[in-house]
């Protein structure tokens, strides 16, 4: 019976989800006035949806909830994406200008004023706006934050993906950014400002580039396959060799293979359906947590290499248009287990 009344409350939701664009605030209001007292406040409520879910035997109370969460997440995707364009601009008015840059890890691991001042922008402009939301940046975890994951909504940014491109003045640089709440991908942006591509994403609510929506393709067949691969930032024999191996199985196998130099780019190729699949080691959760979200959205499949789910702190993703194509190539290449985030 519980099922059946739940099921009936979710068919409701999605049905009413279609009115709220037309007058959402009111209906909160009428809810919220039916059931409780006033309008709690909204920046807390998300983050005590999962308890009150649970313990609430009333399920328009949960309805209530997911209307408050809903007008949140719209919220804060307004914000993110409005903070990415502006980080946008910086990107695309220095990208073939002369920058301080600093080495990280390697020489190929490079950081420049822009990565900083973007990644700070999100932090400064989203606490202002939302004082109890955290963040794992790429900077400041390079700087010694260490990164740690509540149910507390967390915003995962790479601030420049590809920023050795950016040095270079290559235009495949992009700002990605996606936001976890209780632990589920909520919001996805990948922007390369240079070339005007916004790619969004919401959870359930599909995948766009500049508003359009987009899909994978629906190769299944490695022989038909446009694969992108990177080589990535750490140069030891190691890695150097599992990456060097890997390309070699699967060139002879596949239609192409092409390496872009942003692990973010990369993944919204395979949501946009211009590849079919990619994998790499050694990437972080602000490489690829935005671009999960985006193939997850737009048809496509996210795995761990080895075939089991994803995982954001285990630095291994592979993506791919069909489920078909990801476990083939996870049958075929070498595994490497690089030291987790987390
Ligand atoms: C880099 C990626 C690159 C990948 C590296 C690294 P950064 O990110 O974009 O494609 O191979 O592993 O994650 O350092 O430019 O933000």
């Not at 949960?62 to 307004?78: N, P, T, V």
Request: glycine letters at 6%; one cysteine or more.
């Amino acid at each position: 019976m519980g099922i059946i009344i739940d099921v009936l409350i979710t068919a409701a939701y999605v049905r009413l989800r279609t009115l709220l664009s037309v007058d959402r605030i009111t209906l909160i209001c009428l809810e919220s006035s039916f059931i409780l007292p006033s309008p709690a406040p909204l920046g807390s409520l998300l983050v005590q949806f999962k308890q009150f879910h649970l313990l609430s035997s009333c399920k328009l109370v949960s309805l209530y909830f997911l209307f408050i969460m809903d007008c949140e997440l719209d919220a804060y995707f307004d914000l993110a994406v409005k903070i990415t364009k502006t980080g946008g601009q910086l990107i695309r008015d220095r990208i073939w200008k002369t920058k301080s840059v600093k080495t990280k890890a390697s020489e190929s691991d490079l950081v420049t004023e822009t990565d900083h001042e973007i990644e700070a922008l999100f932090i400064d402009d989203i606490t202002k706006a939302y004082p109890n939301h955290k963040f794992i940046g790429e900077e400041t975890t390079a700087s010694g934050k260490e990164v740690t994951l509540t149910d507390d909504p967390t915003w995962i940014i790479d601030p420049v993906d590809g920023t050795l491109n950016f040095v270079h003045g290559y235009p495949n640089a992009c700002i990605s950014v996606a936001l976890v709440v209780n632990k589920t991908l909520e919001i996805g942006i990948i922007y390369n400002p240079v070339c005007e591509m916004l790619f969004t994403a919401r959870k359930g609510r599909g995948a766009f580039l500049n508003g359009a929506p987009i899909k994978v393709s629906k190769t299944k067949e490695l022989s038909r396959s446009l694969i992108t691969i990177e080589f990535g930032t750490k140069k030891s024999k190691e890695e150097s060799d599992i990456v060097m191996q890997n390309i070699n199985i699967l060139r002879p196998l596949t239609q192409g293979i092409r390496c872009i130099g942003s692990a973010a780019l990369n993944m919204a190729m395979v949501a946009l359906g211009g590849s079919d699949a990619y994998f790499e080691y050694g990437i972080h959760a602000w490489d690829y947590a935005a671009g999960t979200l985006l193939i997850q959205e737009a048809g496509g499949v996210v795995i761990d290499p080895a075939g089991g789910p994803i995982d954001l702190f285990s630095c291994r993703m592979l993506c791919a248009s069909t489920p078909t194509l990801a476990q083939e190539i996870s049958k075929l290449i070498k595994q490497h287990y690089p030291t987790r985030d987390l």
